[in-house]
């Protein structure tokens, strides 16, 4: 696998000699040695690709991508091979002048002679309700520091926005410090910050967002965002279904609270469920030929029977047969995109894997329906929201 590194940077006009416009977001001028150039479309970005040679026995190589936003803002990636420090030289000296860029420290490089190179991030994840902070070299967690607000947030039955927001802002500083400790690195090592842009509650992901790009100005560093979605999936993928109201962790909070316990509602139902039995016949919801998901009919199901129940209601049994429920719908889904999709493997993201009984629900569906498809599941730390895996999904995207 190719490996690349990203110049994060804000485009800044500057007269250069020799100068070429090429579109009306970039002017650049190429330097000597350029043997191809390559113009394409991906998404809202223009690309140019430039292959660039120093030296007359041509060993010396560079392969720059430039992909420019309309706004002015661009990433450069840029893979150096043999004489490192001769092209990172010209980059820096020659190819960001000429394309306009007044301030290039901004630059990361990779080596491809010096694959031992590590890259040191400050990950920071702020969209729900869990202040993160990781350090990674590479693809390394070296520190994963979370502070949970789920105190705080259970008189409130969910997350209360403005005191989520407000918590992270009291808890921040302190994560921060500690995530540094843990990893026994200084802040001045670090050679990128990545944060949490989308989606979660706005006003959380905005304390985020400041944080982060406050620590990228102070250090001159590059910012990267990232997917909250994508983190805990951190793989190439293609939308195919989605929820059209409540996720199945939602579900889990709202029918806890209706049963008169606390939120998180997860590790409730699951404790409850495995003194149960499966008793209770509960609609499967939305079983169409589309893959999206919705769990919105089923929790009025469960309140129209906990009100008709009353005092009769065996709420081990609900539980239990709640749990079924959910995963009868989850396989159903799964199920239909086996039938016209080719699946080598089948990833499980997001807090309600930590669910014991759901996963080894799919464990079993899935050994049954085709025993080659591979089932990862990540380490229960890993499944509730954290920054490690938004550093490592920034990680990939630099590749």
Known sequence: MMILVIIFIRLVSKEAPRKKKISQDILICPIRGVLKRKKYAANEQIIFEYVIRLGRDGHNSLRVDLAVKKNGNFFVVA????????????????????????????????????????????????????????ILANKKVLSNVTI???????????????????????????VLKEALFKAQISQNKIDYIAYTEKPGLVICLQIGKVIAETLALYLNKPLIPG??????????????????????????????????????????????????????????????????????GLKTAVRLLIEREGKELKVNNLACSLQYTLAKILTFKIKKVLQVKKVNTVILGGGVVANKFLTNYLKKFLQKKDK????????????????????????????
């Open 79 to 134: 893979e150096v091979k043999n004489n490192s420090r001769e092209l990172e030289s010209a980059i820096k000296h020659q190819l960001l002048p000429a394309m306009g860029i007044l301030n290039a420290k901004h630059a990361i490089y990779f080596d491809g002679t010096k694959k031992s190179r590590v890259y040191t991030k400050n990950a920071i994840e702020t969209s729900c309700d869990e202040t993160s902070i990781a």
């Open 148 to 174: 949970s607000q789920i105190l705080e947030q259970q008189k409130y039955g969910g997350v209360f926005p403005s005191l989520a927001a407000k918590l992270h802002l009291e808890n921040m500083q302190k």
């Open 227 to 296: 997917n909250h979605l994508e983190g805990h999936i951190y793989a190439k993928f293609e939308l195919l279904g989605q929820t059209l109201d409540d996720a199945v962790g939602e579900c889990l909070d709202k029918v806890s609270l209706l049963l008169g316990y606390h939120y998180p509602g997860g590790p409730v139902i699951e404790n409850l469920a495995q003194k149960g039995q499966n008793t209770y016949q509960l609609p499967l919801t939305k079983l169409d030929n589309t893959y999206d998901f919705s769990f919105s």
């Open 372 to 399: 080659n498809i591979e089932l990862f599941i990540p380490p229960k730390k890993y499944c509730l929201d954290n920054a490690a895996m938004i550093g490592i999904l920034t990680y990939y995207k630099l590749l």
